[in-house]
Nanobody, 125 residues
Framework: QVQLVESGGGLVQAGGSLRLSCAAS????????MAWFRQAPGKEREFVAG????????DSADSVKGRFTISRDNAKNTMYLRMNSLKPEDTAVYYC??????????????????WGQGTQVTVSS
């Protein structure tokens, strides 16, 4: 059984940076598409960025394009999200997700069947 564990969240000032990690255990996720989602209080969970199984294809939401970079290291069974130029509106719980059925990034939350527990990111103004 695959477990996904996020880390790297915290409190940062606007304009700052954070790097989130998502470590998988239990089995390799190297053949799975993966993604980051986030959920702010009172809002729906939304797609942030996704990456194909090999890492050669990525996708990101318009709201984070040019500021966030998704990557993965299949040898370490880990995915990352580098977040630069953070804004208060980026404040949310960030979740990593994996799809056993997709090779390339997809944006729908119901396309992903494996989820981490989330890590809080708070950006102060």
């Amino acid at each position: 059984q695959v477990q996904l564990v996020e880390s790297g969240g915290g409190l940062v000032q606007a304009g700052g940076s954070l790097r989130l990690s998502c470590a998988a255990s239990g089995r390799t996720v190297s053949s799975y598409a993966m993604a980051w989602f986030r959920q702010a209080p009172g809002k729906e969970r939304e797609f942030v960025a996704g990456i194909s199984w090999s890492g050669d294809s990525t996708d990101s939401a318009d709201s984070v394009k040019g500021r966030f970079t998704i990557s993965r290291d299949n040898a370490k069974n880990t995915m990352y999200l580098r977040m630069n130029s953070l804004k208060p509106e980026d404040t949310a719980v960030y979740y990593c997700a994996a799809s056993r059925y997709a090779l390339r990034s997809v944006r729908g939350r119901y396309d992903y069947d494996l989820w981490g527990q989330g890590t809080q990111v708070t950006v102060s103004s």
